[in-house]
């Protein structure tokens, strides 16, 4: 049996659906930004500046950086809304223990304890994937 009650589970549901709301207005906005900014009219002046060229290079790289992060949250958030009606939501993938409810209402997307997520990221420092 489940250690959250349905009051928790409703707010973690709603924590949810506003967290999700605000990645996607936010994914909205890069995908805008990107269709506005033009790193092909630095890359194409006629100066040729390298300089010019390696900002145009790095902002197009953060930009997919960024999209890249967003989108793995939004998975890992539609992720979390189909585990939610599972009993074991908010079990510790990992030791099995309760993740509190103001954990997960926190981090809705939260498969760990604090210590057992601690522990991960001390493990695998620098890793980008099971982070959550």
């Not at 990645?23 to 009219?41: H, I, M, P, S």
């Not at 930009?63 to 809304?81: G, I, N, Y």
């Given at each position: 049996m489940s250690h959250l009650t349905k009051?928790?589970?409703?707010a973690i549901r709603a924590a949810l659906e506003a967290q999700r709301a605000q990645l996607l207005r936010g994914l909205k906005g890069v995908l805008e930004e990107n269709g506005q900014t033009r790193f092909a009219d630095?890359?194409?002046?006629?100066?040729?500046?390298?300089?010019?060229?390696?900002?145009?290079?790095?902002?197009?790289n953060l930009s997919a950086a960024r999209m890249d992060h967003e989108v793995r949250t939004l998975q890992a958030m539609e992720s979390a809304f189909k585990r939610l009606d599972d009993p074991e939501y908010g079990q510790c993938e990992d030791c099995g223990g309760n993740i509190p409810a103001a954990r997960l209402i926190a981090n809705p997307v939260a498969i760990r304890c604090v210590a057992c997520q601690e522990r991960f990221e001390h493990t695998h420092a620098g890793q980008t994937h099971g982070s959550m």
């Amino acid at each position: 049996m489940s250690h959250l009650t349905k009051k928790d589970r409703l707010a973690i549901r709603a924590a949810l659906e506003a967290q999700r709301a605000q990645l996607l207005r936010g994914l909205k906005g890069v995908l805008e930004e990107n269709g506005q900014t033009r790193f092909a009219d630095v890359l194409g002046r006629s100066s040729g500046d390298s300089a010019d060229e390696a900002l145009a290079v790095t902002l197009g790289n953060l930009s997919a950086a960024r999209m890249d992060h967003e989108v793995r949250t939004l998975q890992a958030m539609e992720s979390a809304f189909k585990r939610l009606d599972d009993p074991e939501y908010g079990q510790c993938e990992d030791c099995g223990g309760n993740i509190p409810a103001a954990r997960l209402i926190a981090n809705p997307v939260a498969i760990r304890c604090v210590a057992c997520q601690e522990r991960f990221e001390h493990t695998h420092a620098g890793q980008t994937h099971g982070s959550m």
